[in-house]
């Protein structure tokens, strides 16, 4: 970038001409990205103007969600977008940076090339393909086995209490974790592979065994890629549509119990966009697109804050 | 997304067209999509220079598009509201097209026969004051069934639709307190909390997969899907299986006292078998289209609908217009005001 080392003799001025031109063409098309962003809050927040106008701030806080009175409160979509996106982190995390090491640190190269060919064939499945599994296999397995097994065990607890429907939360979580593992998995392989061969001899040398060198060496330097991945995870959990939809319930009330219906964010525009009649009623959709926008900026700024954070004690460590 | 690509279809549609046919646009309910796509087929077979589009996208997006001025007819399976009206330049006519009604779903373990269901009981279900299914009031009604002591879990629409306003618009009218703290609409607060499916293909398939579950979907998805589904005692106090014909009969039952801009509701219509929970779907005709050219199209098309388009609609398993429509819709045409005046 910056540092790059100039050399101006004659003969390379065509070439500067050359680079000159391809700043520019670059430069376009990296101020065309920010660009859009703008466009795309700037045409949120115009086109929600008669929701915000009429509804204000208890938009934000309210629970009451009835098209016929016009009432509209955004607390159960906020409440479930965040709900279903965490449950599937706290499923995918483990079990995706746990894919992760073994196929970077344990398993062979072909075998682990092979496999993470397969992983990643799954981030190509369309969302309604996951839909229609989960609908199928996924809700009765849940609704027969495990909510009734979590209910025996951890039925003390509200969140595991009431109806087994098989769809709900919990069963939107899972599915969202499904999707998500692909890219957790795939991304937090490649930034281990590029932890340097030496850390790992070194901690070797000075006496680690080799799940020592893992956890305590090759895992925390390559703690930025793992978040990186983690947070790529996280964005497609909060946007997922098709396939939430499909087996959430879509319930418009807040319940205690991760059995129960819910709804989220992406779900109720999907749902309810093509028959929304009235200013306020499509106001209050794309407002909640605001929302959504906004969400994932704030939970993107936490995942910097983070990482931040966590370099510097890295750092100091070394 | 699915509007974009449609448009985009429409454009190509459009450009590939435009050098040797007229073309005519429209959008709107998706419920009678199958029967207008056939209609439209088959009038530009039989008149090579016109094309009709159809957009699809739901009875909202078929208003808010004829408001824009961006289609040149719209379809709803509502009728429009007066301040929808209000809003539009040109009047819109209404023309009922075809006929359609929403039927109760359900999964009960052990249950083989048709159910039978009051207006009380359907009130009570989806008010949340009949909670389990062996209630004594569904025994009554029902000799014989081996009811489960479980609770009813009634699954709605999630996506705002035509079908949920037919059978809300049908729960108000027979239940006064429906009526008070829910109303009719094409998406409503449903005060008996359950679960919510998107489409018809939504709510068949949670009904399936859920025991003890109870939705509404359309007849003719019900019929295509060969789902058992419940009788309704209608308003002459006779109990009903819905079938074209008893939809039918609800339209000519209603059509006595029909306003004569045809918005009118027909759920819980007059007469011995017709079946309650039955609608029109309409195609909304601006009064006065200033192109002429279009506008003779749009008049040809409607008289060719209400005769031979009539015929057609059995075999896609449409409930035809009664006679006594046909011939009032007739009268109708003839406000439609073609060229600019």
Not at chain 1, 98 to 111: D, K, M, N, Q, T
Not at chain 1, 197 to 225: D, F, M, N
Not at chain 2, 148 to 160: N, T, Y
Request: glycine share 10%; hydrophobic share 45%; charged share 15%.
């Amino acid at each position: 970038m910056a540092t790059a080392v100039r050399v101006d003799t004659p003969a390379k001025k065509a070439d500067q001409a050359g680079d000159q031109i391809a700043r520019l063409v670059v430069l376009i098309f990296a101020a065309s990205i920010v660009l859009i962003a703008v466009l795309i809050v700037w045409v949120l927040w115009y086109d929600s103007a008669p929701s915000r106008h009429k509804l204000g701030w208890s938009f934000l806080t309210s629970s009451q969600w009835n098209p016929v009175t016009e009432q509209f409160g955004g607390l159960p979509f906020i409440f479930g977008t965040v709900v279903t996106s965490v449950l599937a982190l706290l499923i995918s995390v483990p079990l995706g940076v746990g894919s992760a090491i073994f196929l970077s640190e344990l398993a062979p190269r072909r075998i682990s090339d092979a496999l993470t060919f397969l992983i990643e064939l799954l981030a190509a499945i369309p969302s309604v393909i996951y839909g229609l599994l989960a609908i199928f296999t996924l809700v009765p397995l849940m609704r027969l086995y495990v909510e009734p097994f979590l209910r025996k065990v951890l039925g003390f607890l509200p969140l595991f209490q009431g109806i087994a429907y098989g769809v709900g939360t919990l069963t939107a979580g899972v599915i969202l974790a499904v999707m998500t593992l692909p890219f957790i998995i795939s991304v937090s392989r490649e930034s281990l592979l590029a932890v340097p061969g030496e850390q790992r001899e070194a901690a070797l040398a000075l006496g680690s065994t080799k799940w020592e060198t893992t956890w305590q060496v090759v895992v925390p330097y390559a703690r930025l890629g793992i978040m990186g991945a983690i947070f790529l995870g996280l964005a497609r959990a909060l946007g997922e549509t098709m396939a939430v939809t499909m087996v959430i319930g879509n319930s418009t009330a807040i319940h205690a119990s991760l059995f129960a219906p819910g709804n989220t964010i992406a779900a109720v525009i999907a749902n309810e966009f093509a028959e929304a009649t009235g200013d306020v009623y499509q106001g209050v959709l794309i407002e909640l697109g605001l929302v959504l926008f906004c969400l994932t900026i704030i939970l993107n700024g936490l995942a910097r804050l983070m990482i931040i954070a966590t370099t510097r004690k890295g750092s100091k460590r070394a | 997304m699915k509007k974009s690509l449609l448009t985009l279809s429409a454009l190509l549609l459009a450009s590939a067209g435009m050098i040797f046919s007229q073309q005519i646009n429209g959008a709107g309910a998706t419920f009678p999509m199958p029967i207008y796509q056939k209609w439209f087929q088959d009038y530009n077979k039989a008149h090579p220079s016109v094309q009709i589009n159809y957009g699809g996208g739901g009875s909202g997006a078929g208003i808010s598009q004829l408001t824009n001025g961006t289609v040149d007819f719209g379809a709803s399976d509502m009728p429009m509201k007066d301040d929808q009206i209000a809003k539009m330049k040109v009047k819109p006519l209404h023309f009922p097209t075809v006929m359609g009604a929403v039927v109760l779903t359900y999964n009960l373990a052990g249950v083989t026969s048709e159910l039978k269901f009051t207006p009380e009981t359907i009130a009570g279900i989806f008010m949340g004051s009949i909670k389990k299914w062996d209630d004594p009031k569904l025994a009554k009604d029902n000799p014989g069934v081996k009811f489960p002591g479980e609770e009813i879990i009634p699954v709605h629409r999630s996506d705002a639709s035509g079908t949920t306003f037919v059978f809300t618009d049908y729960i108000a009218k027979v239940s006064p307190e429906f009526k008070s703290k829910v109303g009719a609409d094409t998406k409503v607060a449903w005060p008996a909390e359950g679960l919510n499916g998107q489409g018809n293909p939504g709510v068949a398939g949670l009904v399936k997969q859920t025991p003890n579950s109870i939705g509404y979907v359309e007849l003719i998805y019900a019929i295509q899907n060969k789902m058992s589904y419940g009788h309704v005692k209608n308003s002459a106090g006779t109990w009903v299986k819905p079938s074209l014909e008893s939809v039918t009969e609800a339209a000519s039952g209603a059509a006595k006292n029909m306003p004569a801009d045809f918005r009118v509701s027909i759920t819980n219509a007059p007469g011995k078998n017709a079946y309650p929970i039955s609608s029109f779907t309409w195609l909304l005709i601006p009064s006065q289209i200033e192109d002429g050219a279009k506008g003779k199209i749009i008049v040809e098309f409607l008289k060719w609908m209400l005769a031979d388009g009539q015929k057609e609609t059995t075999a896609l398993a449409y409930a035809p217009l009664p006679k006594e429509v046909v011939a009032k819709e007739e009268k109708q045409i003839a406000e439609i005001k073609v060229g600019g005046k």
